[in-house]
Each structure stands twice: as structure tokens, then as C-alpha cells.
């Protein structure tokens, strides 16, 4: 069983992976061929959870059906699968039971401890490449390229959208290779903008965000944001506070600007969810109260549809961003 290793060579790292529809129609008007449809969230699988009633459950089911259905074209996790500290036996007993049928759509980036502590727990990387005993089928993105490692980058074209996949756990347990994989990030985001696509990014730890008791902005992630105003990415997907967040286009000063970023922190999957203690300017809307999941549909010309689709409270966020 192949398992990632922290201390790898930098340059090996570099060169190893280079690489909805919203709920109705009546943000955006009718889908193109070239539209590409999503859903998103993360902080997933308490304890021993596989009830099916519970908002992890009702979350899986619903994400699910929108696999089967065809209804989506991936399924972004947004880490933080399973808690509290996953290995094979807790993926396979629990998450698949309630998350499984999203595997055949499920692009991934591992959290540090919950789903990836070197030393501890490392399992992640083996049960989204089916190789947990019990578990034999992999993450969409495993069945493209194969083995990928806990802290691994890849990027991924879906239609004319560039997605870049970081594991913001590098951050915490290696920061030389963290910064080493800032400039993977640029020289992958400039080659996808010169070859004309709109520029997005998913990692676990936001940094565009409210804090919580439990978690501030991950400050250190600085390095990261920069590479994205630089090259405009126009969206961030982030999990981690376990509520929801949305913030205006954003730059690299947490100033509003028309060719910011726009910051998705979407970690309602089926946790404890937690208030705010802070209120940045930039954030424009937030909800602690409701768990349920991101559906967007990414069009052509750059623009995008958003839309909270509640499982398990009374809140909700929907809207449009134009083109560029």
C-alpha cells in the first residue's frame, strides 16, 4: 500500500502532478454544451456517523442522486471527510455508507488531521484510490491518474474552467514544500491563462474568512493568495469553520474589486456547525445556522451561478457573477 511521504525532494514534488444546474434555472437562464455543473462542501462525516436522517446523511443522499442523475459534473470535497481521526476501517464503515455514491464524480484535497496527519493518520490517499480494504472503488480523479498523494497538487480542466487542487495541509506539518508548491501554482495558473481559461482554485483552510472559537484565517496560506491575484482567479472553494461563507470579489488586500476572487467556504456537510467571531468587510454572506452544500454552474465566458441548496436548516444563497 503506497502512502505519501512529507519529506519529499522538492523538485520531485513539482514535476509529480502538473497537470447545477444551480437548483433551478432562473439565475442564469437555460445550460449551454459548454456549461459545466458542480456541487461542493466539505467537513462531512462525524464519529461514527451512518444514519441516514442525519444532515451528514441527507447531504450524501442528495449529492449522490445528483451523481446517478447525472446531474453534475464533479463533485468537489472540500476535506475533512471523515472525523475524528480516519483510517481505512473508518472510511469504509462509515463515509461510504453515507458519501460512496459520490465517488464516480469526486475530485479531492486532503485536511490536515482529520484526514491526513503524517505518522498518524494516512489513509486518505489510499481509500480515494480503492485501496481500503472493502472499498474498492476510487475518486473520479484516481480513476483519471492514479495514485495521488495526501499532499499532492493536480489541476483539472472541467469545459473551459482550469481547477487547481491543493492540500492546504502542507501548510501545518511541512512549510518548505508548501512554499515549493507556490511556484507549481503559478507556472500551473499561467499556462492555463495563456491557454484562455478561467482561473479557480480548492483547498481546505480558507483564507478568506470569518473566525470561529476554534479557527482563524490560515495567514500563512499569504504566499498562495498572492499567485492567485496575480493570474485573477476568479474563484476559491475552502471548507474548515463549518458554516458558510461568501465574500465579495476580492484581492490580495482583502479589498472589494471588480477582478477579485470569490471566496467559497462551504463546510456544512454534516458537522457541528459553529458561529462567527469576527466580521470581515469582505465577507457578504454568511450562515451558521443551516447545513446543505454549493451547487454552481461555471459558463464558458466566465461567468457563474451559485446556489446553497439547504439539507438541514432554513438558510440559503443564490446568485450570478458576470463575466469578465
Not at 518548505?176 to 499556462?191: F, H, I
Amino acid at each position: 500500500m503506497r502512502r505519501n511521504r512529507v519529506i519529499a525532494g522538492t523538485s520531485a514534488f513539482l514535476l509529480g502532478v502538473t497537470g447545477l444546474l444551480a437548483a433551478s434555472l432562473v439565475i442564469g437562464g437555460g445550460l449551454s454544451s459548454t456549461d459545466v455543473r458542480i456541487a461542493a462542501v466539505g467537513d462531512m462525516n462525524g464519529v461514527k456517523t451512518d444514519a441516514p436522517d442525519s444532515p451528514s446523511g441527507r447531504n450524501g443522499a442528495a449529492i449522490t442522486r445528483l451523481v446517478q442523475n447525472n446531474e453534475i459534473d464533479a463533485f468537489l470535497g472540500l476535506g475533512d471527510f471523515q472525523y475524528d481521526t480516519a483510517y481505512c476501517a473508518d472510511y469504509v464503515n462509515y463515509w461510504t455508507r453515507l458519501w460512496g455514491g459520490t465517488k464516480p464524480k469526486l475530485y479531492w484535497v486532503s485536511a490536515p488531521n482529520h484526514d491526513w496527519r503524517p505518522g498518524r493518520n494516512e489513509d486518505l490517499d489510499n481509500f480515494m484510490n480503492g485501496q481500503c480494504p472493502g472499498a474498492p472503488a476510487k475518486a473520479a480523479i484516481n480513476e483519471q491518474r492514479g495514485f495521488i498523494g495526501n499532499g499532492d497538487p493536480y489541476s483539472k480542466d472541467f469545459g473551459n474552467w482550469h481547477f487547481a487542487f491543493l492540500s492546504s495541509a502542507l501548510w501545518r506539518y511541512n512549510p518548505t514544500q508548501a512554499r515549493a508548491l507556490t511556484t507549481w501554482l503559478d507556472n500551473d495558473l499561467a499556462a492555463a491563462k495563456a491557454a484562455g481559461k478561467h482561473l479557480a482554485v480548492v483547498y481546505h483552510e480558507p483564507y478568506f474568512t470569518s473566525n470561529t472559537k476554534a479557527h482563524e484565517r490560515a495567514a500563512d496560506h499569504k504566499p498562495w493568495i498572492d499567485v492567485m491575484w496575480k493570474h485573477r482567479v476568479r474563484l476559491t472553494l475552502s471548507g474548515s469553520q463549518h458554516n458558510y461563507e461568501r465574500s465579495c470579489p476580492v484581492n490580495n488586500a482583502d479589498q472589494c474589486v471588480s477582478d477579485g476572487m470569490t471566496a467559497f467556504q462551504v463546510s456544512t456537510g454534516g458537522i457541528g456547525l459553529r458561529s462567527f467571531t469576527s466580521s470581515p468587510s469582505y465577507i457578504v454572506k454568511r450562515f451558521s445556522d443551516t447545513h446543505g452544500f454549493l451547487r454552481m454552474t461555471l459558463r464558458d465566458d466566465g461567468s457563474f451561478d451559485w446556489n446553497f441548496v439547504p439539507t438541514s436548516g432554513p438558510s440559503t444563497d443564490a446568485g450570478t457573477r458576470s463575466a469578465p
